[in-house]
């Protein structure tokens, strides 16, 4: 069959008996045609600076292995910054210290980024560099400065307190962030992504690393569609401003975000339960921010019709969060297309499937995520729980909408096709574990693209994408095999043949 495009938008679908005269046209054969991929969870500034060799993705399982990396760092604007290590990896209640990295990098100020995200470790130079002093260290946000035995502050920080200095640490990259953002869009462009959201790295710093600003500098360049979620305040006059500004067909405020809790690898994701490994007794994590808050914002962003993303890994946080979204369904239902999502779900209770299925809600997962230190989930979490993590097949049987994203930069360079691969394996490429990650969650290949696809589309509240049906944008991957037809392991093996955006071949 064909698809016709005019002025970027589908004009017209039909068999190939009956393609208009005089048209120009792209013929892909037999390769397959899916609505442009969309990825629905993204931190986009970080991940540019990662492309433009800003920032670099380092490996390892030690804190000696990651101090060795930093050689290969170059410096930038004065900085050498790298992400990737993750203070599970080193044991539980371990974390990394400054001590270690003064003794190869004394004079240049270095700053490691933990590959979730949530937690930096800074040497003697960069805490000199940004005027760390126990005195000075925010008091009115989440997380925690760690400290040695002899009451010395390490350079390690926790959550909010560590965002608020890495984006200090950032901001003197926005001056070539133009170039940054084109090739990095350039580069999901290859990916066969076309659409994204930027959510915001906060809920508490008055910085939260999204800024639409700097995409509108380059939107009439720009290759993908951006809708972004800046952090769900208590005064909402400045986010009023910002929605009403932005809401082009490139660039728009697609709603809000917030963080009910943290992660499982440094025991700040808000649980049922204890710890597996628990840090003090009744340790269960804990709320980055007061429950009643988070309903507060809820109802508020959902009063104002915005939908509202909120991070919830814990199952304590997931069970409030599905609960609040219930009571704002009935006080404040979204316009018709709009959507509020929970992201994550990773410690799910199966006792709270029931409320997965709301109107307006969307099940925003990441499973390439399943492969992130899940050797040491037991550790974490405990076996029990560790087995009912990331429940892709059991939130599709009771009537949930999934919608697939990277959360790039916690992986780096993961491709939609890979996030197929691990939704439908549960397993690494290596084909490793044999037996699968939680193998009664496997989804189908249709389900996987339905939610890297449609299904992202509703993450982010849009109708003009994630489907091939007239009247929608002329965004397209051109694959070079039938998805539906492939073993696994020639899931991996496709290609992206093209990406059209807007009805233009990137």
């Known amino acids: 069959g064909f698809i016709q495009i005019n002025n970027g938008m589908i004009e017209s679908i039909g068999k190939l008996s009956e393609i208009p005269e005089n048209m120009s046209i792209l013929d892909y054969s037999q390769q397959m045609i899916v609505p442009g991929f969309i990825d629905a969870h993204v931190h986009f500034y970080l991940s540019a600076l990662i492309q433009s060799g800003c920032l670099t993705h380092l490996t390892g399982v030690t804190e000696a292995e990651f101090v060795a990396g930093v ?9 050498k910054i790298g992400i990737g290590w993750f203070s599970s990896d080193f044991g539980q209640n371990v974390y990394p210290s400054k001590h270690s990295l003064d003794v190869d990098y004394p004079d240049v100020p270095v700053l490691l980024i933990s590959g979730d995200a949530h937690s930096i470790w800074l040497n003697s130079k960069g805490l000199a560099e940004l005027g760390i002093t126990f005195n000075n260290i925010p008091t009115n946000l989440s997380g925690e400065a760690m400290v040695d035995e002899f009451g010395e502050l390490t350079g390690c920080f926790l959550e909010a307190i560590a965002i608020n200095y890495l984006s200090q640490v950032l901001e003197s990259f926005k001056e070539k962030s133009n170039d940054y953002f084109l090739d990095y869009m350039k580069h999901l462009n290859k990916m066969g992504v076309t659409s994204i959201g930027d959510v915001a790295l906060t809920g508490e710093c008055e910085d939260d690393l999204v800024y639409p600003e700097l995409y509108e500098a380059v939107e009439n360049q720009a290759t993908v569609r951006t809708s972004f979620y800046p952090a769900m305040r208590e005064d909402i006059s400045k986010l009023r401003e910002t929605y009403a500004t932005y809401n082009s067909d490139k660039l728009q405020m697609g709603g809000v975000k917030q963080f009910f809790d943290g992660v499982t690898s440094i025991h700040t994701a ?15 994590g804990s709320p980055l921010i007061p429950s009643e808050t988070m309903r507060e914002f809820i109802l508020k962003a959902n009063a104002e019709g915005w939908p509202i993303r909120i991070h919830t890994i814990g199952d304590r946080a997931i069970h409030e969060a599905l609960t ?3 009571e704002s369904l009935t006080k404040f239902p979204l316009p018709q297309g709009k959507y509020n999502t929970l992201e994550h779900l990773e410690v799910m209770d199966s006792q709270d499937l029931s409320l997965v299925s709301q109107e307006q809600l969307v099940i925003s997962v990441q499973p390439s995520h399943l492969l992130v230190g899940y050797d040491t989930l037991d550790e974490e979490v405990g076996s029990a729980r560790a087995a009912e993590m990331f429940p892709f097949n ?10 697939f994203g990277t959360d790039t930069p916690v992986v780096v360079n993961v491709t939609p096709i890979e996030s197929l691969y691990y939704a439908v394996a549960r397993r690494e490429k290596s084909g490793v574990p044999i037996e699968r990650l939680m193998p009664k969650e496997v989804i189908s290949i249709g389900e996987a693209l339905y939610a890297h696809t449609k299904g992202a589309a509703k993450a982010l509240s849009r109708d003009d994408i994630g489907t091939i049906a007239v009247g929608k944008k002329a965004d397209f991957t051109i694959l070079s095999k039938n998805l539906l037809e492939v073993t696994e392991e020639e899931i991996l093996e496709t290609e992206v043949v093209a990406t059209i955006f807007n009805g233009e071949v990137m």
Request: glycine fraction near 10%; proline fraction near 5%; charge should be negative.
């Open 324 to 326: 609040y979204y219930k």
């Open 394 to 403: 059991s939130f599709l049987k009771v009537g949930g909408t999934l919608a």
């Open 71 to 79: 050689k290969d760092v170059p410096t930038t604007n004065g900085w």
């Open 270 to 284: 808000f649980l049922k339960e204890e710890y597996e490994t628990p840090y003090f007794e009744g340790d269960v």
